[in-house]
């Protein structure tokens, strides 16, 4: 009847009884941040991930070099600072593995 009586109306907002909004947008990016949205073929890297994961590929290119690097002369490799900085990497990532192996055991 007297439609501007809604001015003078309380208005009472309990806890949790407020607007909500709510994302309904699946964000699969959460569990998965390897491959981002603009990484070329989505679906080529996800079934490419699959097979190997990133560390796994990674692991075996840098196995496979350091493989080879055995092969050159020694003062070849005491002169490559790469070759240095790939081993040092190489050394402590695989104390990581051997820590959290040996802590997935215990």
Same mark, same amino acid.
């Given at each position: 009847? *007297?439609? !501007? *009586? !809604? ?6 907002? /309990? ?16 569990? *998965? =941040?390897?491959? #981002?949205?603009?990484?070329? $073929? ?6 490419? *991930? ?5 560390? $796994?590929? /990674? ?7 350091? $493989? !080879? ?9 005491? &002169?490559? #600072? ?5 081993? &040092? ?7 990581? #593995? ?5 802590? =997935? =055991?215990?």
């Amino acid at each position: 009847m *007297f439609p !501007w *009586f !809604w001015l003078w109306a309380p208005q009472l907002q /309990l806890p949790f009884s407020g607007d909500v909004t709510q994302d309904i947008e699946p964000r699969l990016d959460v569990f *998965f =941040r390897g491959i #981002k949205p603009g990484a070329g $073929d989505a679906r080529i890297e996800a079934l490419a *991930f699959d097979v190997a994961s990133y560390g $796994d590929q /990674l692991g075996v290119i840098t196995q496979l070099l350091l $493989d !080879w690097a055995e092969r050159l002369p020694a003062e070849v490799q005491a &002169a490559s #600072k790469p070759l240095e900085e790939l081993r &040092a990497i190489h050394a402590a990532i695989q104390a990581i #593995k051997d820590v959290e192996r040996l802590r =997935r =055991r215990a």
